[in-house]
């Protein structure tokens, strides 16, 4: 998401870098390509001049012209004014009532009834609380049993409510159901349309009453640039909406939603879907968007990620083994089994600072893991322990036992020897050896 005029405003930042100091001219020239990137990402034409004329007054300010960094200084307006365009702050959900009920509004295809489900999932793995699924769009055939589905994959009940034909006979029922079973929190899926009109927003407004959320969050899809954010405003126009969720900011969008629906709607982005798993739904933090749009990468959200799919008890564990040099073979079985976790890696290699140097780095091979971890359930105990014991002869029986070469286990073997210095080299902050020294 937003690759684009996250390379073009790096090459501007490069080139600042090469002037022993700033003029008014380097900040123009810098400024034109910055406004050329914006438009290509398809930000509103408002946005974007409101956004360079801020920028041009802060970077010829004195203090910026005459210091020693001039370049890093207009890094450092870049980034904020590109935070203040994103939102600011980081805006977390807001409970009110018992049950909170949250309303998930948008038109058809924007990925309302997904979103719904991750939303719930979100819900219940940050915070904890008992959430009720409500689908209320009686208009989508099979809606219903799309939620249902979607509830299962993550472990979330979802109200039936085949017994109300209407979504205020359905927010009627899933208030008193709620309260009745002792859920915190009530997300609704409800109905869209092709396009804005009469009968959807009325139908929308009559649960707003009903309901009277906390929450009314409009789903957008990212890749549908500003009319996504022309929909924010025609939404806003008739529902108290509190915020925007933007689904599919990792696939191939230009960014011009996430960067202009602050400012053109006036309602903050508050979560962000970054991939296709139930799990990739985020709180959206401007600060860290504006980092990794200007390279700086976002070592908070790595953190938080990499602690995600970590078991504290086994990461103890590996350490103290790790400082007693005592890994082993079913240690790496382990390891490769978290590294197929759901592009992972992928996901946290996206995060680093310069993590475009990293694009061109090998793939994890998730085939080839699943035939590392077969050579390894190959070897008896004493070989998974000792691995030093495994001479030719049982290398060439673990291949068979497998179904892979010799070649095959070898290359596991020296790998194995690379993975005991893995944690020395993430100390480093160079990724890429990493990924070399796996061979993936």
Known sequence: MLEAISDRLQKVFKTLRGEGHLTEKHVDDALAEIRRALLGADV?????????????????????????????????????????????????????????????????????TTTAAKLAGFIKRTLGKHVLLVPADTQRPAAREQLEQLGAQCGMPVLDTRAWPTPPEIAHAALIEARRKGFEVIVFDTAGRLHVDEELMAELTELNDILKPSEVLFVADAMTGQDAVRQAEAFSARLPLTGVIL???????????????VSVSGKPI?????????????????????????????????????????????????????????????????????????????????????AKALRGAPQVDNKKLIRFEAIICSMTPTERRLPEVINGSRRKRIARGAGATVEEVNRLLRQYGEMKRMAKRLASGDPRRVLRGLGL
Request: proline residues 4%; without cysteine.
């Open 247 to 261: 689904t599919k900011l990792d696939g191939d969008a230009r960014g011009g939603a996430a960067l202009s629906v």
């Open 44 to 112: 509103a034409l408002p946005v974007v001049k409101d956004f360079t004329a801020k920028v041009r007054e802060r970077a010829l300010g004195k203090d910026v012209l005459a210091s020693l960094s001039p370049a890093q200084q207009v890094l450092k307006i870049v980034h904020e004014e590109l935070t203040r365009l994103l939102g600011s702050e980081a805006r977390p959900l807001k409970f009110k009532g018992f049950p909170a009920p949250l309303l998930l509004v948008g038109l058809q295809g924007t990925g309302k």
């Open 270 to 354: 508050r979560l962000v879907g970054v991939g296709e798993r139930l799990e990739d739904l985020e709180l959206f933090h401007p600060d860290r968007m504006a980092a990794r749009i200007l390279g700086l990468g976002d070592m908070q959200t790595f953190f938080e990620k990499a602690q995600g799919v970590v078991d504290e008890k086994k990461a103890a564990e590996m350490e103290k083994k790790l400082k007693k040099q005592g890994f082993d073979l079913d240690d790496l079985r382990d390891q490769l089994k978290q590294m197929r976790g759901g592009g992972l890696l992928e996901q946290l290699v996206d995060l680093l600072p310069g």
